[in-house]
């Protein structure tokens, strides 16, 4: 049996690809050897538009992390296709998947991954100089988006959890990343912070257009979501309702 497409609500037809934002097409990926290989993937189909914030839940093994992998030209579903902003991934040779990785996808994981030696400004500056960006760049203006513009000078070590996180997603942003792939922002967090950067989250997907697809358990900052989708053993299995 086909799995559902889950469609972005209020545009149309389900199963038609969009030809912005994320379009994901019976993804089917194996991950191990002989006995100890397992479907992490089992012909997922899914939509996120841009300006909309997406989470997706599921138990620890379900398939998120193979999700976002697939979504973030991480890795290759073994069939299926995957489209950002238009761009069939599987039409790209690996040089230009990563260039195209770098211009276009944003990534946000659990701890911020910032680099340690680094002020928060310098992060920002980093990713625009890899990225071919202007010289003239100046990261205030994106730290102040995310109200870390007084913390542009210190350095990961010393920031709260919280606002590394904020770091992290300005740095996603550098780029105009037309996709934001977010991996359980809140889980180093309280409940104040996980709010907080849940909310940021949101805004700046709104603001900026951009698909953002967020994989989390905490179910108690799922009310900032646009929508709510669940995996359960590499399906797509529900949309759970957003409180």
Not at 11 to 37: C, F, K, N, W, Y
Not at 58 to 73: D, F, Y
Not at 163 to 190: M, N, Y
Request: hydrophobic share 40%.
């Amino acid at each position: 049996m086909t799995n559902p497409t889950f469609p972005v609500a209020g545009t149309g037809l389900a199963g038609t690809p969009q030809s912005t934002g994320l379009s994901i097409r019976h993804a089917v990926m194996e991950l191990g050897d002989g006995g100890t290989r397992v479907t992490a993937l089992d012909d997922v189909s899914l939509d996120a538009a841009p300006g909309e914030f997406l989470a997706i839940v599921g138990p620890s093994g379900s398939g998120k992390s193979s999700l976002l992998a697939v979504a973030g030209a991480l890795a290759t579903p073994d069939s299926g296709t995957v489209t950002v902003h238009g761009q069939d991934l599987s039409q790209l040779n690996q040089g230009r998947r990563a260039a195209f990785r770098l211009s276009n996808i944003g990534f946000v994981f659990q701890s911020g991954n910032l680099i340690p030696a680094l002020t928060a400004a310098d992060q920002l500056r980093l990713v625009n100089r890899l990225a071919g960006g202007p010289k003239t760049f100046d990261p205030i203006a994106l730290l102040e988006s995310v109200g870390m513009a007084h913390r542009a000078g210190n350095r990961p070590g010393q920031l709260s959890g919280g606002e590394r996180q904020r770091v992290g997603i300005a740095r996603a942003l550098v780029t105009g990343a037309k996709l934001l792939l977010v991996d359980e922002p809140t889980a180093a967090l309280d409940r104040t912070r996980s709010r907080e950067v849940v909310e940021l989250l949101a805004r700046q997907s709104h603001e900026h257009g951009v698909a953002t697809v967020m994989v989390t358990h905490d179910h108690d900052v799922l009310g900032y979501c646009d929508r709510v989708v669940e995996m359960v053993d590499g399906r797509l299995v529900a949309a759970a309702p957003v409180a």
